[in-house]
Nanobody, 119 residues
Framework: QVQLVESGGGLVQAGGSLRLSCAAS????????MGWSRQTPGKEREFVAAVSWSGTGTYYRDSVKGRFTISRDNAKNTVYLQMNSLKPEDTAVYYC????????????WGKGTLVTVSS
């Protein structure tokens, strides 16, 4: 089993940037595609982005394309989500997970990190 710990969330004004990190331990990190999802109160968790095991393949939900960038560093067992031009509708708890079925099927969730974008 893999353990995931997210960090980097916080409060930012609209138009600002944040970089989320997800540190993995347990099973061999580089064997797995990884992804980020997000959830706001009263709504279902939604897919945000995924990155292949090598880092060369990525996939994004339409609303974040051109603003968010997912990447990974297999030497550090860490996956990142760089978020630019943030909007109030990006406010959510962001979760890191292992992608079991590319690109939407995720498992082994972390506990999440809260991102709040003020208008």
């Amino acid at each position: 089993q893999v353990q995931l710990v997210e960090s980097g969330g916080g409060l930012v004004q609209a138009g600002g940037s944040l970089r989320l990190s997800c540190a993995a331990s347990g099973r061999t990190f580089s064997n797995y595609a990884m992804g980020w999802s997000r959830q706001t109160p009263g709504k279902e968790r939604e897919f945000v982005a995924a990155v292949s095991w090598s880092g060369t393949g990525t996939y994004y939900r339409d609303s974040v394309k051109g603003r968010f960038t997912i990447s990974r560093d297999n030497a550090k067992n860490t996956v990142y989500l760089q978020m630019n031009s943030l909007k109030p509708e990006d406010t959510a708890v962001y979760y890191c997970a292992v992608v079991r079925n590319w690109p939407y099927g995720m498992d082994y969730w972390g506990k999440g990190t809260l991102v709040t974008v003020s208008s």
